[in-house]
T-cell receptor, first 113, second 112 residues
Framework: DQQVKQNSPSLSVQEGRISILNCDYT??????FLWYKKYPAEGPTFLIS?????DKNEDGRFTVFLNKSAKHLSLHIVPSQPGDSAVYFC????????????FGQGTELSVKP | DSGVTQTPKHLITATGQRVTLRCSPR?????VYWYQQSLDQGLQFLIQ???????AKGNILERFSAQQFPDLHSELNLSSLELGDSALYFC???????????FGSGTRLTVV
């Protein structure tokens, strides 16, 4: 049972435009959500997170939106840059279950100059 | 350099063999997590240790085991290897809580 789903395996965006990456989850006990970015031959790097008590968190060009009723979160990157090209993983956790993260399958973002 | 060190980076071995993957967490981090990433899959949680004790277990096969030593480094032991065990194995560490793990660069295991 895939509790965290990223339904778009890939996304292509023009430099300077907005990139929107989506993530859906099924477990209503999840209360903390994170986005990781992964380049080839490297481990995932933490990007941004959001607690379930918020609906938006912003860090520079990156904003994460959480819609609890729809069990949906999204990552917005504005403006997109070629260096943002990577695989983006959504992850979720139930903080009562310790540090375990449940990851989505990832979305490969390609930002074209 | 993330501060989490995994060795070896690459490992090629035959079916039925046993291997040990090693992880040194970031300085000060007490929790170590192991994840498996198979082809076209997300990262699957295997196991978590905190200060030497097992804290949480995921879909870890009985052929796999792990431990965390007093110096906080961790080892993941994979035995009776099968072709399907070929994957990237990532270690991550954190102080505690959910501020975001720090991942190592992974060990790519190929079983032939």
């Amino acid at each position: 049972d895939q509790q965290v789903k990223q339904n778009s395996p890939s996304l292509s965006v023009q430099e300077g435009r907005i990139s929107i990456l989506n993530c859906d989850y099924t477990n209503s006990m999840f209360d903390y959500f994170l986005w990781y970015k992964k380049y080839p031959a490297e481990g995932p790097t933490f990007l941004i997170s959001i607690s379930s008590i918020k609906d938006k968190n912003e860090d520079g060009r990156f904003t994460v939106f959480l819609n609890k009723s729809a069990k949906h979160l999204s990552l917005h990157i504005v403006p997109s840059q070629p260096g943002d090209s990577a695989v983006y993983f959504c992850a979720a956790s139930d903080q009562n279950q310790g540090g375990k993260l449940i990851f989505g399958q990832g979305t490969e973002l390609s930002v074209k100059p | 350099d993330s501060g989490v060190t995994q060795t070896p980076k690459h490992l090629i071995t035959a079916t039925g063999q046993r291997v040990t993957l090693r992880c040194s967490p970031r300085s000060g981090d007490l929790s170590v997590y192991w994840y498996q990433q198979s082809l076209d899959q997300g990262l699957q949680f295997l196991i978590q240790y905190y200060n030497g004790e097992e804290r949480a277990k995921g879909n870890i096969l009985e052929r796999f085991s792990a431990q965390q030593f007093p110096d906080l480094h961790s080892e993941l032991n994979l035995s009776s290897l099968e072709l399907g065990d070929s994957a990237l194995y990532f270690c991550a560490s954190s102080v505690e809580g959910m501020s975001g793990y720090t991942f190592g660069s992974g060990t790519r295991l190929t079983v032939v």
